[in-house]
């Protein structure tokens, strides 16, 4: 495991933080921490590079103990809130980071070309950083980020200043760091583009993990949509009980099902009951309802 946590726990003065997290992220996933606002996705994500300190549990990063100085060399970070010095250019803030990181002379300038290149800011290379626009900052900082080569990458809402093209791109960068062995942790509000992206996730909620698990296993149950008429009370009443968390909308029934065969007995229970069935179709889990059901409509964003 690249993450280990167990019980790690921040609890501020004011009471909110996070508590109790237990996660583990294998080597070369890309892992996918989801949230409301002010539900400590942010402070575990500062305890775990170095920033803040925790007040209970333990975490180990590639193999070290949190806070291990060799370790933390092979993490790279893009924080959410960030800023840059305006008067430098973008070509002088990764000098500068690469001084900070102790990259040897020789190699700075060819990794300083790549990474604007590969940040598509090869043109803007000698602008000052005070006249970029926020997604151009945004793709800076993700070249700062990626320059000491991490195993270990943290991003936090890489993508939220950026439009359509530019979230393409940065998802392309992240699969590319998956190809070559890299871990990604990525905290987002976007929850389609952790979806795309992420091998397993984690929802937390007022400062615990709620849900976690490979997206592949969280999203396979399915929801089958009916469209019928003629149901009696008593056939609802009979189906209610053999499936579970079966909902009913005007003339439309809806109940969760494993697979795609599952459908025919469900079909073949209405028609036997007098049901007459106009229409059904299957509606895909996704992290839009798993977020819903894990902690409540209003916190989408």
Known sequence: MIIETV?????????AGCREISLAVAEGQIFGLLGPNGAGKSTLVKMLVGLIFPTGGEARLLGRPLGDVDGRRKIGYLPEN???????SAREVLRFHAGLALMPGPAVEGRVR?????????AQADQKV??????MQQRLGLAVALLADPDLLFL?????ALDPLGRLEVREIIAGLKARGKTVFLNSHLLSEVEMVCDAVAIIDRGRIVVSGRTADLLFSSELEIEAQGVS?????ALEQKYAGL????DKIILPVGGREEIPAVVADLVACGARLYGLQ??????ESLFVKAVGKGSIH
């Open 130 to 135: 005070g006249t970029f626009s926020k997604g």
């Open 282 to 287: 299957m509606r895909p889990a996704t992290l």
């Open 233 to 237: 009370r008593e056939t609802l009443a």
């Open 247 to 250: 909902t009913v909308t005007g």
């Open 82 to 88: 960030f800023r840059y010095h305006d008067w430098l």
């Open 7 to 15: 019980n790690l726990t921040k609890v501020y003065r004011t009471g």
């Open 156 to 160: 936090d809402e890489p993508t939220s």
């Open 114 to 122: 790549e990474l604007l290149d590969l940040a598509g800011l090869g």
